[in-house]
Every structure is written in structure tokens, then in C-alpha cells.
């Protein structure tokens, strides 16, 4: 299983409830899109997960960004993800980052809002905010290895409560 956040925004832990806590700890890989704001935040999220990839945020204190890359690419699930907080250009900016990691999935933060796009060149996927939603509806995802030759991952864009906003299929 591979579960994504982002944009937890703490000065004192992870902030995982529910569904999102369980799924940060069962995943093989977890992707963080940046802004834990506080090196408590990004170590809690490590000490929970088994294998955590994550990017620095516009919101992370020094600290945190000496730690952590501004964008990365990682292979999970048989998919490739480019990973990044932000990019200016919205989705087509979103995009052309995707399109030069030659990746299948962007994952990206900074909005707070959990959106799925699917594109020509990918899939955008921003999982929100579990923790600071900011107005939007709290946010996380968690994708699941098919054996479907068309099909590499299936998930759900859910709230922490494990209530589902949007179904997701990867096709790689």
C-alpha cells in the first residue's frame, strides 16, 4: 500500500487521526508533499511510517528544509511519482514537472485542497491537508497494487475518518 499526505503544518507532531494514522503505518511507502513546518512534525510522520519519501514546503522551517529535497522521484507499486510542494503554473506547470521526470503521478501539496486530475501526460493528485485543511475538506491517499496489465494502482482520495472523496486509478 502507498499513502500520501501533505501539508500537515505542526509544531508538535504528525497529527494522524483515524483512518489517515492507520494508513500511515500499515504503507510500504508514504509520500509527504511538504509543510510538516516543525522538525517534530517531519520526525513523528518518520517514527510511524516504515518508508517515508518527502519533499520540503514554502511553510518548513529551516531546519526541515536542510533535511528534505524540494522535489524528488519515487518508484513505488510499479508507478512512477514526481514529488513536489508547489509549482507556479498551476496544472500545466503541474505538468511539464511531470512530463520531465517521466513520471505517471505528480503529487503535490500547498493548496490544502484534495484534488485528482488526470491529464494526458499524467495524473495530478494533491492529497490536501489531514491536519490544517484550511476550509477545504481534510485530505489523504492511499493506493493499492493491481494485477491488471492495464491498471498498475487503485485507491481512494479519503478524509482521515476513511471517508471517501474520489476514487483513483493509475494507469502506468
Not at 23 to 46: K, P
Not at 111 to 123: A, K, M, N, Q, Y
Not at 137 to 155: C, H, K, M, Q, W
Amino acid at each position: 500500500m502507498i499513502a500520501i499526505f501533505s501539508d500537515t503544518h505542526s509544531e508538535s507532531g504528525h497529527e494522524l487521526t483515524g483512518e489517515a494514522l492507520t494508513a500511515a503505518r500499515e504503507a510500504d511507502t508514504v509520500i509527504h508533499a511538504g509543510d510538516f513546518t516543525s522538525t517534530a512534525a517531519l520526525e513523528s510522520f518518520q517514527a510511524v511510517c516504515n518508508t517515508l519519501f518527502a519533499v520540503h514546503g514554502n511553510a518548513d522551517s529551516a531546519a526541515v528544509r536542510d533535511r528534505l529535497p524540494t522535489a524528488r522521484v519515487v518508484e513505488a507499486g510499479g508507478v512512477r511519482f514526481a514529488v513536489t510542494h508547489r509549482r507556479d503554473g498551476g496544472e500545466m506547470g503541474l505538468t511539464m514537472f511531470g512530463r520531465s521526470r517521466d513520471a505517471d503521478v505528480v503529487v503535490s501539496g500547498h493548496t490544502h485542497r484534495p484534488t485528482v486530475i488526470d491529464t494526458e501526460d499524467c495524473l495530478l493528485l494533491n492529497p490536501g491537508s489531514h491536519a490544517q485543511p484550511r476550509g477545504n475538506r481534510p485530505g489523504f491517499v492511499v493506493l493499492e497494487e493491481r494485477a491488471d496489465e492495464n491498471v498498475s494502482l487503485t485507491g481512494e482520495l479519503r478524509q482521515p475518518d476513511g471517508t471517501v472523496l474520489e476514487s483513483i486509478v493509475v494507469s502506468a
